[in-house]
C-alpha cells in the first residue's frame, strides 16, 4: 500500500503561485507514474497534469497548460505541481494520484493511490 501526502496548498491572490508537493511512501525508484486532480465546489473532479515514472512524458489539461509545471524527483518519490498565474478558477482541493505503470494517465481510474488532498484557494 502506498501512501501518499501533499502539501502546499494555501490561499493567494489572482497571479500569485504555488507550488504543491506530493511524497509516496513507497520505496524510492518503484515505478509509479504520477498525476494531479483537483475538485472545485459543483464540479466533478478533473485531470490537471500527469507525469511518467521516468519523467520524460507529461500531460496538461487545457485550462492549466503553459501556467502548471510538473515535475518529479524518483530518489525522493516525489512529485510536484508549479502553478503560476494562478486564477479564481483554479479553487479546488488538489490530489495527488499514483499508479503502477510507467505511463501517465488522464483518467481517474487509472490510478491505484491518492493522497486526501490539499486546499487551493485562489482570490480575485
Known amino acids: 500500500q502506498v501512501q501518499l501526502v501533499e502539501s502546499g496548498g494555501g490561499a493567494v491572490q489572482a497571479g500569485g503561485s504555488l507550488r504543491l508537493s506530493c511524497a509516496a511512501s513507497?520505496?524510492?525508484?518503484?515505478?509509479?507514474?504520477m498525476g494531479w486532480f483537483r475538485h472545485a465546489p459543483g464540479k466533478e473532479r478533473e485531470f490537471v497534469a500527469s507525469i511518467s515514472w521516468r519523467g520524460g512524458n507529461t500531460k496538461y489539461a487545457d485550462s492549466v497548460q503553459g501556467r502548471f509545471t510538473i515535475s518529479r524527483d524518483k530518489a525522493k518519490n516525489a512529485v510536484y505541481l508549479q502553478m503560476n498565474s494562478l486564477k479564481p478558477e483554479d479553487t479546488a482541493v488538489y490530489y495527488c494520484?499514483?499508479?503502477?505503470?510507467?505511463?501517465?494517465?488522464?483518467?481517474?481510474?487509472?490510478?491505484?493511490?491518492w493522497g486526501q488532498g490539499t486546499q487551493v484557494t485562489v482570490s480575485s
Open positions: 513507497d520505496r524510492p525508484f518503484t515505478v509509479l507514474a
Open positions: 494520484a499514483a499508479r503502477r505503470s510507467g505511463n501517465g494517465s488522464d483518467r481517474e481510474e487509472d490510478y491505484d493511490y
